[in-house]
């Protein structure tokens, strides 16, 4: 039989550096879920993105057990590296923090793709473009 679901719910920590400190912490306890329980195994899922943040959406069972599913970084984040800028600009249309290569938009297309709501690379590609353009990063051809 399978097990019912409590609840759901998401997050966004730094990927093999997670803590049980707050503001990750906090949370999960407030849910039911064990912090240090889940700091271990969300570390050992997720060792080899080096601190790279990355949503997890936990689900959390009537029997105080759970399994969790990690997705991919946050498009403004693969942005900002992809184009070295440490954060978005606060006029993205008059102030530029950096540029990013067609290769560049489609290799965060590529990844981010299974989260989107279409399967059209190039639909995700201006999805990407547009989120840049808002960070007041250009795409050069």
Do not use: W
Not at 13 to 18: D, R, V
């Amino acid at each position: 039989m399978a097990k019912k679901v409590l609840k759901s719910f998401k997050v966004m920590a730094a990927g093999g550096k997670a803590t049980p400190a707050p503001p990750l912490g906090p949370v999960l306890g407030a849910n039911g879920v064990n912090p240090g329980q889940f700091v271990t195994k969300f570390n050992e899922a997720t060792k080899a993105l080096n601190g790279r943040v990355v949503g997890c959406v936990i689900t959390v069972y009537t029997d105080k057990t759970f399994d969790f599913e990690i997705k991919s970084s946050p498009t403004s984040v693969l942005l900002a590296a992809a184009a070295k800028a440490e954060k978005g600009s606060g006029k993205p249309n008059t102030e530029k923090v950096g540029k990013i290569t067609k290769a560049q938009l489609k290799q965060i297309a590529e990844e981010k793709l299974k989260d989107f709501n279409t399967a059209d690379l190039d639909a995700a590609m201006s999805i990407i473009a547009g989120t840049a353009r808002s960070m007041g990063i250009t795409v050069e051809a």
